[in-house]
């Protein structure tokens, strides 16, 4: 399947059924394009994980915040945003989570997942104001065996322009 | 229909908890945090949690498993992980938490680690 060019947004409450709820929309996406069923896991934990992240860091878990999650698909790549309505924040800060230090700490695995899951990750400043997740993969073509070995290597030099 | 199920039985001294479906944000994470947290109430801290029925695990999860290894030790216990799937063995490892956790194939190697 190669598909033309799409783009889906939904809005979403500051609620933990919004992330199942996200995850599952991705994944009946990236199904029908054509992903593996391991890929379609890694994209669907991915957008858990962003959506975690909006609700639990970027939104502080306040319910008068949104959630924005857009999805676009071009012939080459799935492309997802998770927006939040916080603060923002920059990766460089964020602390890595195989450092011996931070083994046994009980949070602040999510981002590196995204790394690890996606071709490629990024952070910016969005337009509501607060952090946004941009992060793809790329679409597989006919016979091919789609995989990743970022191991949670960031690809944000090679991250997709964020959607006017 | 709840996201975890979860059952404990005793072998020796050892509390085994028999997990199926997902540990994930919500109610599954919830549920964990406060089995782990009652059976060290009741003073039970050589816990073997057996993952093999276990399909997800997000991040939540994950630091779930940590907490309650923590906690365990803590009060100079153990908690050991048995049967895992390929996604949480593969999660583990490249969060590099199978360095951290004693991961068993076998219920009777498990239960025996804990003499």
């Given at each position: 399947m190669t598909p033309e060019a799409k783009h889906l947004e939904v809005i979403l409450d500051t609620h933990v059924e919004s992330v199942n709820l996200a995850?599952?929309?991705?994944?009946?996406?990236?199904?029908?394009?054509g992903f593996s069923e391991d890929e379609c896991y890694r994209i669907g934990m991915?957008?858990?994980?962003?959506?975690?992240?909006?609700?639990?860091y970027g939104n502080q878990e306040k319910p008068d915040k949104k959630i924005h999650l857009a999805l676009d698909l071009t012939q080459e790549k799935m492309i997802i945003h998770v927006m939040d309505e916080g603060k923002g924040f920059h990766l460089a800060d964020v602390p890595d989570p195989l450092a011996e230090e931070n083994l046994l700490c009980t949070s602040g695995r999510g981002i590196f997942l995204m790394k690890a899951f996606m071709d490629e990750f990024d952070v910016v400043a969005g337009r509501t104001g607060g952090a946004e997740i941009i992060m793809s993969k790329k679409i597989p073509g006919p016979g091919s065996a789609s995989g990743n070995g970022n191991h949670g290597k960031s690809n944000s030099d090679a991250a997709p322009q964020q959607e006017a | 229909m709840p996201a975890l199920f979860m059952t404990c039985r005793e072998v020796g001294a050892v509390t085994i908890v028999d997990l199926s479906g997902k540990i994930s944000l919500g109610e599954g994470s919830a549920l964990l945090r406060k089995t782990i947290r009652d059976l060290i109430?009741?003073?039970?801290?050589?816990?073997?949690?057996?993952?093999?029925?276990?399909?997800?695990?997000?991040?939540?999860?994950?630091?779930?498993?940590?907490?309650?290894?923590?906690?365990?030790?803590?009060r100079s216990g153990e908690l050991k992980l048995l049967n895992l799937t390929k996604k949480v063995h593969d999660l583990l490892q490249i969060t590099k938490l199978f360095t951290v956790f004693d991961v068993y194939n076998d219920e009777g190697t498990a239960v025996r680690s804990y003499l």
């Open positions: 995850e599952e929309m991705c994944l009946r996406v990236a199904e029908a394009v991915s957008v858990r994980e962003g959506v975690i992240n909006a609700f639990h | 109430e009741n003073g039970q801290t050589k816990i073997l949690l057996n993952l093999g029925d276990i399909n997800y695990i997000d991040s939540s999860g994950i630091g779930e498993l940590v907490s309650g290894f923590t906690a365990v030790r803590n």
